[in-house]
């Protein structure tokens, strides 16, 4: 079973709206991550975070922020939708103490801009 | 940007069969994984092997690293329709960590 939860699993939406992206875990992990994923390819990092209050840009970031105020919570929120961000997103959450257990994922959000 | 590339991008077998797939990275690393992905999920974590291991094994899946070479290969035995995937390797290098495109394999019954 998958400890880590996103929301909304699929999603379509008008250019230039604001959406935000929900990422939950139970796990109590420090660190989370979210990947923005075209089909087929590779995995690009868009934002990271060490713990609470903490968050980190990768390499996508520059169209989306994120914030964590919470251990479990860690939403994406894209200010202003383009057709450009239709892609899936996927949430990540791993324990630094456990390297051997690697990145748990969530099941991704499918977003569609239109 | 991407640090592990995997080779081939695809591959196609019959069930029964071994499947191998490689991945290449570029700068020094603390450990490397193997992910799982199944079509349009999230992935899924399978083995992790540390800089300073040469082969490691789960299950029908074994996994070898050459810090040398820079690459890393695995390798899943007798395979079952139900491995259809993408994999993909990843590596722990710094902060983050960072996947390549992953190579799709298809298990024919």
């Known amino acids: 079973e998958a400890d880590i939860y996103q929301t909304p699993r699929y999603l379509v939406i008008g250019t230039g709206k604001k959406i935000t992206l929900e990422c939950s875990q139970t796990m109590g992990h420090d660190k989370m991550y979210w990947y923005q994923q075209d089909p087929g390819m590779e995995l690009h990092l868009i934002h990271y975070?060490?713990?609470?209050?903490?968050?980190e840009k990768g390499d996508l970031s520059s169209e989306s922020t994120v914030s964590r105020i919470r251990t479990e919570h860690f939403p994406l929120t894209l200010e202003s939708a383009r057709p450009s961000h239709t892609s899936q997103y996927l949430c990540?959450?791993?324990?630094?103490?456990?390297?051997?257990?690697?990145?748990?994922f969530g099941s991704g959000t499918r977003l569609t801009v239109v | 940007s991407q640090q592990g590339e995997e080779d081939p991008q695809a591959l196609s077998i019959q069930e029964g069969e071994n499947a191998t797939m490689n991945c290449s990275y570029k700068?020094?690393?603390?450990?490397l994984q193997w992910y799982r992905q199944n079509s349009g999920r999230g992935l899924v974590h399978l083995i992790l092997?540390?800089?300073?291991?040469r082969e490691k094994h789960s299950g029908r899946l074994r996994v070898t690293l050459d810090t040398s070479k820079k690459s890393s290969s695995l390798l899943i035995t007798a395979s079952r329709a139900a491995d259809t995937a993408s994999y993909f390797c990843a590596t722990d290098a710094t902060e983050d960590m960072r996947f390549g495109a992953g190579t799709r394999l298809t298990v024919k019954p």
């Open positions: 700068t020094s690393i603390n450990n």
């Open positions: 990540a959450s791993s324990d630094p103490l456990q390297a051997v257990d690697g990145y748990t």
């Open positions: 092997i540390r800089s300073n291991e």
């Open positions: 975070s060490y713990g609470v209050n903490s968050t």
